[in-house]
């Protein structure tokens, strides 16, 4: 399978614990994205790199999330001290934009969160 | 202002109708634009890119305004498989980022 893969699935955690989530993306593409979704709502941006380097990451995103894109290759998420609110589907996405084309995003199935 | 608003729904319709739903967003830069659509618990999906000419995929038709900044999805003879969350997306140029709309949830019946 050469899309976009996440791990874990699931994770099932309690509350003040960390947590890290993984996303290979597809091979050639330069572009990594992590979003958050909850029921009922669009994919929320957190972070994107390009690359190795991280361009931007959502100012509503707590200190407690980390993201890295060693290599320019795959990235992880880290969320410290989980709180409940953390709860939700955290999607990985990746492209591959040069230029002005038009950037279009291959989603992993994403990992579930849930803290308990 | 959210920077790409979409009306929620859900929009119940019947087998064979046309549906329409709209999109604005907020950066007049934006340059990308995309609808998505989104199956329940199942990751989001590249639909169609929306291009300033207007472009048609089957019975799927997306139109893109950029004087008043929205884009629309136009739906044919629905069918039960239509069922679904249509997300509207857009990119700006450079180094920004993508941005994705709360979504339009769309139920066809029988």
């Known amino acids: 399978d050469t899309g976009v893969s996440q791990n874990p699935r699931h994770k099932i955690t309690k509350r003040g614990q960390n947590v890290t989530f993984r996303c290979d993306p597809i091979s050639e593409h330069n572009r990594l994205y992590w979003y958050r979704q909850t029921l009922g709502q669009g994919p929320e941006f957190l972070t994107y790199f390009q690359n190795e380097a991280q361009l931007e990451k959502s100012r509503l995103l707590s200190d407690r999330f980390s993201a890295e894109r060693p290599k320019g290759s795959f990235s992880t998420l880290e969320i410290q001290r989980t709180e409940q609110g953390d709860s939700a589907m955290y999607l990985c996405a990746s492209s591959s934009r040069t230029g002005q084309q038009n950037e279009k995003l291959f989603f992993g199935s994403g990992t579930q969160l849930s803290v308990l | 202002r959210k920077e790409v608003e979409q009306d929620p729904g859900p929009f119940n319709v019947p087998e064979g109708a046309t549906v329409a739903f709209n999109c604005t967003y907020s950066n007049s830069a934006s340059q990308s634009f995309f609808w998505y659509r989104q199956d329940c618990r199942k990751e989001p999906k590249l639909l169609m890119s929306v291009y300033s000419s207007g472009n048609e995929d089957g019975r799927f038709t997306a139109q893109l305004n950029r004087a008043s900044q929205y884009i629309s999805l136009l739906i044919r003879d629905s069918k039960l498989s239509d069922s679904a969350t249509y997300l509207c997306?857009?990119?700006?140029?450079?180094?920004?980022?993508?941005?994705f709309g709360i979504g339009t949830k769309l139920q066809v019946i029988p």
């Open positions: 997306v857009v990119s700006g140029g450079g180094y920004q980022k993508v941005t």
